[in-house]
């Protein structure tokens, strides 16, 4: 799989469309996937169950995000699951940071067979729930669920919850009044206590915490030389933390790695310019040749 340059201004111009593709494609599924969601939220009860495209089960918190996109659509994020179902191979080892209920996950464990590994990490105490009731009943022994934040160095945080979005919570690193707090790890501590000779795959998605966890993750991104590290990039999340595109880039380049955008097939391009504004998942690799297959 070549990775074929592009400018991020092509790139902005064709992402907004992939959703609309998408159910275009297929609008009686996804109509029907979309009613069928609807009403199981309104049943009584605070636990929302549905299946994915691929046969995982779910059981969610109604009021997320991310369990909406994966009910309706059947996964999520398409073009990155083309991606990553062209690129894993059994035996790689992932971490999934910010994993949610498991929607990343569930899908990596399948990938990467009982060879492989999946590390997980979640700090919020009802979506860990969810996420530690879904690798059970799917019944994915290859996955290590932590109940914790990543973060540049160990110790604790305030977590912030909002309820309309229970996917959608941040860190207060100076652990504000009323907030939950949580336990912060480090990736490289992680790998180290784990006692993993690899890691070939990092995603990580934690509403603009971005930066700070990757600090913690050094001596993994130092040492695993065909590693990819995908990165979720919302300018108001990473104002949270004072840092944006080009800061992240910054501290990849330090470290060797070049920044690439997933085209609508799982196809992967370097990005001509990475300073520029552009809300996306964002991919990180020594090489294009990493993501030949």
């Avoid at 977590?159 to 959608?168: A, H, K, R, S």
């Avoid at 490289?188 to 998605?205: F, H, Q």
Wanted: hydrophobic share 45%.
């Amino acid at each position: 799989m070549r990775a074929a340059a592009v400018t991020l201004e092509d790139y902005s111009r064709s992402s907004w469309r992939r959703g609309i593709d998408l159910y275009l494609a297929h609008p009686f599924v996804h109509a029907g996937r979309w009613f069928r969601y609807m009403s199981r939220r309104v049943w009584p009860g605070r636990a929302l169950r549905f299946t994915d495209g691929h046969g995982n089960r779910y059981v969610s918190m109604k009021n997320n995000f991310t369990s909406f996109a994966v009910a309706v659509l059947g996964e999520r994020d398409p073009d990155v699951m083309r991606f990553l179902r062209s690129w894993i191979r059994p035996g790689f080892v992932a971490c999934d940071i910010g994993a949610n209920i498991g929607t990343y996950t569930l899908p990596l464990s399948r990938l990467v067979g009982p060879t492989g590994r999946v590390i997980s990490f979640e700090p919020n105490r009802p979506t860990y729930a969810c996420l530690r009731h879904n690798v059970r009943q799917n019944r994915l022994a290859n996955v290590v669920v932590l109940r914790a934040a990543a973060g540049p160095h160990p110790g604790h945080a305030g977590l912030v919850v909002t309820d309309e979005n229970f996917g959608e919570v941040h860190l207060d690193p100076a652990g504000g009044p009323g907030h939950d707090r949580v336990a912060v790890t480090t990736v490289d501590a992680e790998v180290a206590r784990l006692g993993l000779s690899r890691v070939d795959y990092i995603k990580i998605d934690v509403e603009g915490f971005e930066l700070a966890a990757l600090r913690g993750a050094e001596r993994t991104l130092a040492t695993n030389a065909n590693l990819v590290v995908q990165t979720e990039i919302v300018a108001a999340h990473a104002a949270r933390y004072g840092f944006g595109v080009a800061e992240l880039a910054e501290f990849f380049a330090s470290l060797g790695y070049r920044p690439f955008v997933c085209d609508a097939q799982g196809r992967m391009h370097a990005v001509a310019a990475a300073a520029e504004p552009i809300e996306a998942d964002w991919f990180w690799a020594r090489s294009e040749a990493v993501f030949a297959s």
